[in-house]
T-cell receptor, first 115, second 112 residues
Framework: DAGVTQSPTHLIKTRGQQVTLRCSPI?????VSWYQQVLGQGPQFIFQ???????GRGNFPDRFSARQFPNYSSELNVNALLLGDSALYLC??????????????FGPGTRLTVT | LAKTTQPISMDSYEGQEVNITCSHN???????ITWYQQFPSQGPRFIIQ???TKVTNEVASLFIPADRKSSTLSLPRVSLSDTAVYYC?????????????FGTGTRLKVLA
């Protein structure tokens, strides 16, 4: 089975622009989470979605938004980009239920550079 | 949410057993403990997850004492390819605000 896939792999944007990152979960997984990882730090939780509903939100400004589609893929949108938004954006999927397991499987990430 | 504390870095030699301990004094009743491995410019990779006592899989063991205020990841016979950052996380998957908090992790360097 394919793992979690993310697109694009790399992205360069200018301050003030908007960006959309995409994630396809592992087949059968209904939960998708997004993380931001700044160089040298651990991943920081942004959002979690399960069955198209937002289940959790981290301490990020409203410029960050996300959604999950009926096929369980997800998009992360960031508006009004700041230099500090430059980071590796990681998507993780899981079954998200007690009986199927909570382990999160991460994709390779999207490297966003804001200039 | 429980906060975790891990050593910033560790060095080991090939073939040795490595034990990385994580402190989580404020762990809640429903929290699980999960460990991830991360190589540079890659997403974290799930290693092992547990709730109490001992869990073992093909790559590692996880030891959790009765009070669950700490946990130890044990990597048997490490190789150079185990050089990575290891993260300990605690979280309640069933909570309405299910999320994992990653700390700064432990940088393990395996030497030849």
């Amino acid at each position: 089975d394919a793992g979690v896939t993310q697109s694009p792999t790399h992205l360069i944007k200018t301050r003030g622009q908007q960006v959309t990152l995409r994630c396809s979960p592992i087949s059968g997984h209904k939960s998708v989470s997004w993380y931001q990882q700044v160089l040298g730090q651990g991943p920081q939780f942004i959002f979690q979605y399960y069955e198209k509903e937002e289940r959790g939100r981290g301490n990020f400004p409203d410029r960050f938004s996300a959604r999950q589609f009926p096929n369980y893929s997800s998009e992360l949108n960031v508006n009004a980009l700041l230099l500090g938004d430059s980071a590796l954006y990681l998507c993780a999927s899981s079954f998200g239920t007690r009986d199927r397991g909570y382990e999160q499987y991460f994709g390779p990430g999207t490297r966003l550079t804001v200039t | 949410l429980a906060k975790t504390t891990q050593p910033i870095s560790m060095d080991s030699y090939e073939g040795q057993e490595v034990n990385i301990t994580c402190s989580h004094n404020n762990i809640a009743t429903n929290d699980y403990i999960t460990w991830y491995q991360q190589f540079p410019s890659q997403g974290p990779r799930f290693i092992i997850q547990g709730y109490k006592t001992k869990v073992t899989n093909e790559v590692a063991s996880l030891f959790i004492p009765a009070d669950r205020k700490s946990s130890t990841l044990s990597l048997p016979r490490v190789s150079l390819s185990d050089t990575a950052v290891y993260y300990c996380l605690v979280g309640d998957p069933n909570s309405g605000t299910y999320k994992y908090i990653f700390g700064t992790g432990t940088r393990l360097k395996v030497l030849a």
